[in-house]
T-cell receptor, first 116, second 114 residues
Framework: GAVVSQHPSWVICKSGTSVKIECRSL??????MFWYRQFPKQSLMLMATSNEGSKATYEQGVEKDKFLINHASLTLSTLTVTSAHPEDSSFYIC????????????FGNGTRLTVT | AQTVTQSQPEMSVQEAETVTLSCTYD???????LFWYKQPPSRQMILVIR??????QNATENRFSVNFQKAAKSFSLKISDSQLGDTAMYFCAHLWAGSYQLTFGKGTKLSVIP
């Protein structure tokens, strides 16, 4: 079946540095990918919709200069957390869907980010 | 905007018994889908079951079934013959076909007791 690979699965970085998270669709092309954030014991909150070849659409309250999204190809979207701070520590999950109507959504395994 | 409400933060069920998780939603759209996702401690999001809003028949997947009441905007999940591996967070989610954005409920933590 379709698989979405997310890398890294966990990362620890120092405050002030930037971290890049990759989301790849392994056996299908994904025009659209989604980035979610999940705090401990909470639900998934949509951060942004990533569209191949165009700018991402950010949800209200999400800083686009803080969370840079690049969807350069039909199989890869990246989320870069810039100048990370401890409050950015969270679980980030991507999802992707194929290009045909009624294509299902597939989730990556998530990335646990810890900023020290 | 779509909203999804799960009114049961935590539930428990004895192994082999049946449990029902509640979910209500609010939407002004006609073309949408509803989902139940399972998130075990590994935090992998696993699709449990999916319902198209235009279908009146309730979806069923082995031990999992839904009670979809479109007029009442209710979408409950029934787990039969509960197994220890069913222990997880369960999220109800709404997806509007126009955007393919998922809106999640706050989740229900289900514990299956041996």
């Amino acid at each position: 079946g379709a698989v979405v690979s997310q890398h890294p699965s966990w990362v620890i970085c120092k405050s002030g540095t930037s971290v890049k998270i990759e989301c790849r669709s392994l056996d299908f092309q994904a025009t659209t990918m989604f980035w979610y954030r999940q705090f401990p014991k909470q639900s998934l909150m949509l951060m942004a919709t990533s569209n191949e070849g165009s700018k991402a659409t950010y949800e209200q309250g999400v800083e686009k200069d803080k969370f840079l999204i690049n969807h350069a190809s039909l199989t890869l979207s990246t989320l870069t957390v810039t100048s990370a701070h401890p409050e950015d520590s969270s679980f980030y999950i991507c999802s992707a869907r194929g290009n045909s109507y009624n294509s299902p959504l597939h989730f990556g395994n998530g990335t646990r980010l810890t900023v020290t | 905007a779509q909203t999804v409400t799960q009114s049961q933060p935590e539930m428990s069920v004895q192994e082999a018994e049946t449990v029902t998780l509640s979910c209500t939603y609010d939407t002004s759209e006609n073309n949408y889908y509803l989902f139940w996702y399972k998130q075990p401690p590994s935090r992998q999001m696993i699709l449990v079951i999916r319902q198209e809003a235009y279908k009146q028949q309730n979806a069923t997947e082995n031990r999992f079934s839904v009670n979809f009441q479109k007029a009442a905007k209710s979408f409950s999940l029934k787990i039969s013959d509960s197994q220890l591996g069913d222990t997880a967070m369960y999220f109800c989610a709404h997806l509007w076909a126009g955007s393919y954005q998922l809106t999640f409920g706050k989740g229900t933590k289900l514990s299956v007791i041996p």
